[in-house]
């Protein structure tokens, strides 16, 4: 694993594709992103809920034929509406037409909007790592198996055909997104990466310290996981999504304010940093021409 840091963003799908979507997703490979990453939500919240949101796929599949060489994901997929066999599906067809630029971010989903669409009562956080426990093990088998079945407690396959597999091998890499145990297992076990937001606890109300010192247990929490999976920690890149914690957007205020904040979090052993693109009169409100400065600053000064 490098021991430079590399700069991602996430690109909200609250764009029309031909109302200036195409052009953000070009304009992250022209800047110089790593991996253009999205939401896989089918709502999200306040103030999002009641304006435009478009699927994550359909959205990463048109940014496929849009773009030559950057990385493109979701960050994150949860089992909330989604099934194994069929998200395997959509999967390795976006593979294959992205020329194998996919990373699948993947989580155990929250209580949100996309918790009881489908007309189920919310799970409880226990429900959930079940479900998890079981989702991750058999997307990865029908990712890098031809002909699947399978009975568990929550998901079934009958000879899910999966031909001809992922263009990445063995499969295209998961981000697990985790800071449970349970969580932290699965990443070190499937994960080719480990992705979380800080301690939500302290997004509001928190200090930069205290949350450097979360980042820094769940940190060593992963190490343990690894060392009980038979994995070394550095085999799995770390990426940090920000604008959970208690700096939020205020990090994109200045060239040398996130410098400052990316070395911080470099030096707890993160690897890789995701930015939100900005969206004005919302959390993720930012100044345009200082976040394409970040850009393509960042990368140099932190090599």
Same mark, same amino acid.
């Given at each position: 694993m490098s021991a430079s840091l590399r700069l991602s963003t996430c690109i909200l799908p609250v764009h029309r594709w031909h109302e200036g979507g195409q052009e953000l997703w070009q304009r992250a490979e022209e800047l110089g992103f790593h991996t253009g990453f999205t939401y896989d939500h089918?709502?999200?919240r306040v103030p999002f809920r009641d304006g435009?949101?478009?699927?994550?796929?359909p959205t990463l599949t048109a940014a496929a034929v849009a773009t030559?060489?950057?990385r493109l994901g979701t960050l994150v997929t949860s089992p909330n509406f989604r099934h194994p066999v069929t998200l395997a599906k959509e999967l390795i067809s976006l593979d294959d037409i992205s020329g194998g630029r996919?990373?699948?971010?993947?989580?155990?989903?929250?209580n949100g909007f996309d918790a009881t669409v489908l007309g189920q009562e919310a799970w409880t956080p226990r429900e959930r790592a079940d479900r998890f426990g079981e989702f991750v093990p058999l997307l990865d088998r029908l990712l890098t198996e031809g002909s699947v079945s399978h009975r568990g407690d929550f998901y079934s396959a009958?000879?899910?055909?999966?031909?001809p597999g992922c263009l990445q091998g063995p499969r295209l890499p998961f981000a697990v997104a985790a800071t449970?145990? &349970?969580? =932290?297992?699965?990443?070190?076990?499937?994960?080719?990466?480990w992705v979380t937001t800080g301690d939500p606890k302290l997004s509001d109300g928190g200090t930069a310290g205290q949350s450097e010192a979360a980042l820094a247990g769940q940190?060593?929490? =992963?190490?343990?996981a690894c060392e009980a999976e038979g994995r070394q920690a550095e085999d799995l890149d770390k990426? =940090?999504?920000?604008?959970?914690?208690?700096?939020?957007?205020?990090?994109?205020?200045?060239?040398? &304010?996130?410098?400052?904040?990316?070395?911080? !979090?470099?030096?707890?052993?993160?690897?890789?940093?995701?930015? !939100?693109w900005p969206i004005a009169d919302t959390h993720f409100a930012a100044d345009g021409k200082v976040f394409e400065a970040i850009a393509t600053e960042v990368s140099g000064q932190l090599d």
């Open positions: 089918l709502s999200w435009a949101w478009f699927g994550a796929v030559e060489r950057l996919i990373t699948l971010g993947i989580g155990a989903g929250g009958e000879e899910a055909r999966n031909i449970g145990p &349970r969580g =932290l297992r699965l990443a070190a076990r499937y994960g080719q990466a940190v060593q929490k =992963l190490i343990a990426v =940090l999504l920000t604008g959970f914690t208690p700096e939020g957007s205020s990090v994109l205020g200045s060239v040398d &304010r996130f410098v400052d904040f990316a070395g911080r !979090h470099r030096a707890l052993g993160f690897n890789e940093i995701v930015v !939100h």
